[in-house]
């Protein structure tokens, strides 16, 4: 199946920096890709919609100024925690959608978990 | 209000023993998707299986299978002589739409912790 990765699998980070994390598709292109957020046995939560090429779309409450959003290329997205508080602190998950399987299905990365001290 | 609900917290069960997680969820389309995940303790989410509002079969992978009661609005699933790699979070979600443009988000529910006892 579609294999899509994450780096870094674990960051730490003190209170004030900015965090990258990348998402990318391995043997498939994505023209859209997701971004999830998921506390502690908690379920996920859309982030934001990212899309190649243009701008990504946030769901409602998420400060696009805060998490910045790049979908560069058909196999590559980044989300940048800005300034980052503990408050930020969390799993963050990326998935990529292939049109061509049953139901366009949504591939998950492993995920990243971002401790800010 | 909820779009997916799964009212069981946790769910312990005997290992070989059939299992059900509930979900149900609340759409007014017509054209929507169920999909449910499984997330071990490493986090990722792994697919399990499909099942399409039009499909008129129950969906079917290995010992995976989706009770889909359209009427009820509700898409259990059903795992099959249960094994102890079973326990992990099971997540139902649902796209709303046909997914080719537009409406392509999932939406999850809370999960359902199951744990296989030998």
């Known amino acids: 199946g579609a294999v899509v990765s994450q780096h870094p699998s674990r960051v730490i980070c003190k209170s004030g920096t900015s965090v990258k994390i990348e998402c990318r598709s391995l043997?498939?292109?994505?023209?859209?890709m997701f971004w999830y957020r998921q506390f502690p046995k908690q379920s996920l939560m859309l982030m934001a919609t990212s899309n190649e090429g243009s701008k990504a779309t946030y769901e409602q409450g998420v400060e696009k100024d805060k998490f910045l959003i790049n979908h560069a290329s058909l196999t590559l997205s980044t989300l940048t925690v800005t300034s980052a508080h503990p408050e930020d602190s969390s799993f963050y998950i990326c998935?990529?959608?292939?049109?061509?399987?049953?139901?366009?299905?949504?591939?998950f990365g492993p995920g990243t978990r971002l401790t800010v001290t | 209000a909820q779009k997916i609900t799964q009212t069981q917290p946790g769910m312990f069960v005997q290992e070989k023993e059939a299992v059900t997680l509930d979900c149900t969820y609340d759409t007014s389309d017509q054209s929507y998707g169920l999909f449910w995940y499984k997330q071990p303790s490493s986090g990722e989410m792994i697919f399990l299986i499909y099942?399409?509002?039009?499909?008129?079969q129950n969906a079917t992978e290995g010992r995976y299978s989706l009770n889909f009661q359209k009427a009820r609005k509700s898409a259990n699933l059903v795992i099959s002589a249960s094994q102890l790699g079973d326990s992990a979070m099971y997540f139902c979600?649902?796209?709303?739409?046909?997914?080719?443009?537009?409406?392509?988000?999932?939406?999850f529910g809370q999960g359902t912790r199951l744990t296989i006892n030998p």
């Open positions: 043997d498939f292109q994505a023209t859209t």
């Open positions: 998935s990529a959608r292939v049109p061509t399987t049953r139901g366009r299905r949504q591939y």
């Open positions: 979600a649902m796209r709303e739409g046909s997914g080719v443009q537009g409406a392509q988000k999932l939406v």
């Open positions: 099942q399409g509002s039009y499909d008129e």
